[in-house]
């Protein structure tokens, strides 16, 4: 199983300073402690960190290859993915904008035809919120991030590869989609979604588990 950058340099500096608390990992990595939670989960979860309640993280010499882990691995996409907010790629910025707080989302997906041609974020309606932009008269289209540009998983993809890649690449969500073909071209229908809160919701049902 390969580990983000950040993940094997958390597990260097607990091997070096353990036990270490969370607050003292955000520090010397100079982040925030809740940047670190799903780093900190992932790497609970597959056994390469204990956690101790009130002294901190200490490195543990389980076998990576646990049955926590393998367990973990054989959680598709499909099994947590959730309903995704969607948008025309004509949709204007202002309803785009009413429209993703309205759902309490972190990013919009844009399609065309039934097919997925883009995604808006928090970040890129703030951009041009700010900048002066008539947000009631310009399309999501234009400030969209384009295929193929964007992350994109299928159902049958791994929950926890899916985690992986949205710490990896610092997204909100991840669209998923199913490929095909229309004259000649591959093209990808919107599915579903899984977002931080889904990946949230996993951990917090395998701990009830």
Do not use: W
Request: proline share 3%.
């Amino acid at each position: 199983m390969k580990l983000s950058e950040r993940q094997e340099e958390i597990i260097r500096l607990v091997k070096e300073g353990q036990p270490i608390t969370s607050e003292a990992l955000a520090e010397k990595l100079g982040v925030t402690r809740a940047a670190l939670r799903a780093d900190l989960a992932i790497l609970t979860m597959i056994g390469a960190l204990d956690a101790r309640p009130k002294v901190g993280y200490v490195y543990s010499d389980k076998p990576k290859s646990s049955l926590v882990n393998e367990y973990i691995n054989e959680i598709k996409v499909g099994e947590i993915m959730s309903k995704p907010s969607v948008v025309g790629e004509e949709t204007t910025v202002y309803d785009a904008i009413v429209y993703l707080f309205l759902n309490d989302v972190g990013t919009l997906f844009v399609e065309n035809g039934g097919f997925l041609t883009g995604a808006v974020s928090r970040k890129d309606f703030l951009k041009i919120a700010i900048g002066g932009t008539d947000i009631h008269k310009v399309p999501v289209g234009v400030i969209m991030t384009r295929m193929p540009n964007i992350i994109c998983a299928s159902k049958e993809d791994s929950a926890y590869v899916l985690a992986t890649k949205i710490i990896e690449h610092e997204i909100d969500s991840i669209p998923i989609v199913e490929k095909t073909m229309v004259d000649d071209k591959e093209q990808y229908k919107i599915l579903g979604k899984v977002s931080k809160t889904n990946i949230t919701k996993l951990f917090v049902k395998l701990g009830k588990k």
